[in-house]
């Protein structure tokens, strides 16, 4: 069945970095796009960032383009978060999931990473 | 960016009841509308793609409509695991924005 495992979270000052992981088991990795989603405390649900499976095609939110980097390792079925100069606003969980297309749903999730940012 | 309006914010209803949630996106976004249940401190479950199609494992009281720039989630009959908040999303384009959810609570 499939499974995404996120790891990597953790408490850093503002202006830190973290970089977040996602094994991915069950389904064929590099056939798939694969995103980012968080979500701050109490808040919605924000897309971050895609990637596709052959790690071509990559896109961002305006809200963490220039500073959060999307990549992959199909060889080690994994997809990484690289989050660089991070503000308090981007305290939230962060959740790896599986796009069934470039124009599809994420369809399995991740039970999520929380990231908390503060001094 | 699109921007995705949902209503309400929130409603209460009873078991059985019939229960409808839109989604309206700033501009056409043809059929690329998805829904997601979340439970607390859970992730988000795909519960319909494509505007009406029923992902695998979804009971059938869940169906979706609609298309180019207003959708609609229907509960037929609400049972007590359906109490949850609900989130829309295009997929039309990036970034795939989310609706800011719907909070479905007990009355």
């Known amino acids: 069945q499939v499974q995404l495992v996120e790891s990597g979270g953790g408490l850093v000052k503002p202006g830190g970095s973290l970089r977040l992981s996602c094994a991915a088991s069950g389904f064929s990795f590099s056939d798939y796009y694969m995103s980012w989603i968080r979500q701050a405390p109490g808040k919605g649900l924000e897309w971050v960032s895609h990637?596709?499976?052959?790690?071509?095609?990559?896109h961002y939110a305006d809200s963490v383009k220039g500073l959060f980097t999307i990549s992959r390792d199909n060889a080690k079925n994994s997809l990484y978060l690289q989050m660089n100069s991070l503000r308090a606003e981007d305290t939230a969980v962060y959740y790896c999931?599986?796009?069934?297309?470039?124009?599809?749903?994420?369809?399995?999730w991740g039970q999520g990473t929380l990231v908390t940012v503060s001094s | 960016d699109i921007q995705m309006t949902q209503s309400p914010p929130s409603l209460s209803a009873s078991v059985g009841d019939r229960v409808t949630i839109t989604c309206r996106a700033s501009q056409s976004i043809s059929s690329y509308l998805n829904w997601y249940q979340q439970k607390a401190g859970k992730a988000p479950k795909l519960l319909i793609y494509?505007?009406?199609s029923l992902q695998s494992g979804v009971p059938s009281t869940f169906s979706g409509s609609g298309s180019g720039t207003d959708f609609t989630l229907t509960i037929s009959s609400l049972q007590p695991e359906d109490f949850a908040t609900y989130y829309c999303?295009?997929?039309?384009?990036?970034?795939?924005?989310f609706g800011q959810g719907t909070k479905v609570e007990i009355k």
């Open positions: 494509s505007a009406s």
């Open positions: 999931a599986r796009e069934r297309s470039s124009r599809g749903a994420p369809d399995y």
């Open positions: 999303q295009q997929s039309y384009s990036t970034p795939k924005t």
């Open positions: 990637i596709s499976g052959s790690g071509t095609t990559i």
